[in-house]
């Protein structure tokens, strides 16, 4: 690939990888491209990270037509750099622009042009175990001008961050609160879509849970309140009776690729998977009987997150003595080793850049 690449002559600040934390300290380079109606997607180019001008006007500021993505490098022992998954992750930025009215991407050139980006900041993927190079491909609409329509221009970006261990102390399980008054999405809108408008619906409920000591909440279904969607920014998955559940795809949650890894690595183990509607009554009948073993959120970004409590209009399910369980470590510890290189990737799951 012949990319026009801007090489940066003031490198950005590096920050010790003991300190990073998410997503605050950001690599050399950047990758953009623009859409107009006559050329199609054009002008693919690296230029060094910085800010880029946009008239006030510009119609992603009004009405929120954006999406993004988010997915992760990682260096091996052998000091390769690997993509988790770009592919899907690619090919969820298209369905999600689709739901958006915004023109699709080339798939195979834009992870072509994403891997020479990587390469060429590679020395920013860190080496501290734990860390990794999440990588943030962003998509708005760019036309200056108030109509509601979609818009005739787009700015498709990519920046890189250096992340730091999301458990540099071990597992930390985390209390969630099962939100039973404000909704995320329902079913025929933009729930299935990796777009800010649904991060904006979440704030004021994730704030409140927050004041009350939880670190997100469960979202229910936007109509009856009853069936278990996900969390903030992870989908969820329970243990019960020795089957692994998680809520199907029917339009108001998002298709996690870590989500579709850990289903597919419980498989290959012979475990028992269902992908169905679950009803938070469901949830406290199987705590009752002493059924719900185990509760995890999936994530790009923890990848697994043990849930230890559940706090539901007033009561609180308290899950495996707030213990991590077996099958949550199992399938943390072979993700992550398939990830950072350290097991085999049956799966072809990881993509060198
Ligand atoms: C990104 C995201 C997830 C997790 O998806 P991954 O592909 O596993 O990172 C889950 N729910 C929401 C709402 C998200 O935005």
Redesign the pocket.
């Known amino acids: 690939m012949s990319l026009p690449i801007l090489h940066t002559r003031t490198p950005r600040p590096r920050v010790p990888e003991a300190q990073l934390g998410f997503g605050q300290v950001f690599t050399d380079h950047m990758l953009l491209m623009d859409y107009t109606t006559q050329a199609g997607w054009h002008q693919a180019r690296i230029e060094p990270y910085g800010p880029f001008a946009l008239e006030p006007s510009t119609i992603v500021f009004h009405y929120g037509q954006a999406i993004f993505d988010?997915l992760k490098a990682f260096r091996t022992p052998a000091d390769a750099v690997v993509l988790f998954r770009p592919q899907r992750h690619l090919r969820r930025l298209n369905a999600s622009a689709a739901r958006l009215c915004i023109p699709p991407l080339d798939e195979a050139f834009t992870l072509a042009a994403l891997q020479e980006l990587v390469r060429l900041d590679a020395d920013w993927v860190p080496r501290t175990p734990g860390c990794s190079l999440y990588i943030r491909p962003t998509l708005i609409a760019t036309d200056p001008a108030l109509g509601v329509h979609p818009s005739r221009t787009y700015r498709f970006f990519v920046i890189m961050s250096p992340v730091g261990a999301y458990y540099p102390e071990g597992f930390k399980p985390v209390k969630i609160l099962v939100e039973d008054r404000y909704v995320r999405a329902v079913s025929g809108g933009l729930g299935a879509a990796?777009t800010p408008a649904?991060y904006a619906a979440s704030l004021l409920a994730a704030e409140e849970a927050q004041a009350q000591g939880f670190s997100q909440v469960l979202w229910l279904d936007g109509i009856a309140h009853r069936y278990i969607e996900?969390v903030g920014?992870?989908?969820i998955f329970f243990v019960i009776d020795e089957e692994l559940v998680t809520p199907p795809l029917e339009g108001s949650?998002?298709d996690?690729?870590?989500?579709d890894s850990v289903l597919a690595l419980a498989q290959s183990w012979g475990i028992r998977v269902a992908e169905r509607r679950i009803g938070i009554d469901d949830i406290l009948a199987a705590h009752g009987a002493g059924n719900l073993t185990e509760v995890f959120g999936?994530?790009?970004a923890a990848v697994i997150s043990p849930v230890c409590e559940l706090f539901y209009k007033g009561q609180t399910i308290v899950i495996n003595d707030r213990k991590v369980g077996p099958w949550t470590q199992r399938i943390y510890d072979t993700l992550t080793a398939i990830q950072w290189g350290t097991t085999p990737d049956p799966f072809g799951w990881m993509v060198a850049v």
């Open positions: 988010g990796k649904n996900e920014s992870m989908n949650i998002l996690g690729v870590t989500r999936t994530g790009t």
